[in-house]
């Protein structure tokens, strides 16, 4: 069975981090909805360019443009063992739809972890982000900084500021998480499948947390996890 899991919190908590952790520990694919919607935006599609005027503001795309994607997503044969989704879904549309294109597919959600970090250490991190122009390798300023200012220690492309980076946007996509996105805690934690996961602390902490909290399943450890 399919290891499918929800990563959840408010922007700057950490989720795109932990999901690639997450996925190279359960070998399946980490999909970030931003990630994906920044591709487009970098090649130019159309599709990237509608999504930039949301995005740069802090407004979520809408609803059927961002599940057309995710469902395409999903049929690709990488997901055949499971996924992590970052980012997805952001509003109770969403999950609705993706509780359809889970039931087309036969397979359900196993667990879904929201990582809780106060707002004042979100900000924090969110205006201090910085990330490489051509490998998406993130940094922040002042907690994890660059050997050599603007420069990717990886790759030696230049760091930038995303433009919701910025603080005023940094305000509104915090009110879009508490409007849209935070209903969805209720909405999993009446199902039984939302574990609450404290996001501060280091990396390797907050990993442990999650996979003992998000790789147990009716009582029982996926091969995947093992
Ligand atoms: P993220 O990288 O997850 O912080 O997403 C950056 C931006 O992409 C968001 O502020 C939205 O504008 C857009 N976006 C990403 N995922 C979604 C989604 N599931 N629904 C609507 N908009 C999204």
């Not at 667990?111 to 122009?133: A, H, I, M, Y």
């Not at 990717?152 to 998480?177: K, N, W």
Request: net charge neutral.
């Amino acid at each position: 069975m399919p290891l499918n899991l929800i990563l959840m919190g408010p922007p700057g908590a950490g989720k795109g981090t932990q999901a690639h952790r997450l996925a190279q520990r359960l070998h399946v694919p980490a999909i970030s909805t931003g990630d994906m919607l920044r591709d487009e935006g970098k090649q130019g599609s159309a599709l990237g360019r509608d999504a930039k005027h949301y995005m740069d503001r802090g407004a979520l795309v809408p609803d059927a443009l961002i599940i057309s994607i995710i469902e395409a997503r999903l049929q690709r044969e990488d997901c055949s063992h499971g996924f992590i989704l970052d980012g997805f879904p952001r509003t109770v549309v969403q999950a609705e739809a993706l509780d359809r294109a889970l039931h087309r597919l036969g397979w359900s959600l196993h667990r879904v972890g929201s990582l809780t970090v106060p707002t004042d250490e979100v900000v924090r991190r969110l205006s201090g982000r910085r990330t490489c122009r051509d490998c998406s390798t993130p940094y922040h300023v002042a907690l994890d900084p660059p050997a050599k200012r603007d420069t990717c220690d990886i790759c030696g492309g230049t760091l930038q500021q995303r433009a919701d980076d910025h603080e005023s946007v940094i305000t509104a996509r915090l009110e879009v998480y508490a409007r849209d996105t935070a209903p969805l805690l209720d909405f999993y934690r009446r199902r039984g499948l939302l574990a609450e996961i404290d996001g501060l602390g280091k990396h390797d902490d907050v990993l442990a947390s999650l996979l003992a909290h998000l790789t147990v399943v009716n009582g029982d450890r996926p091969a995947a996890a093992s």
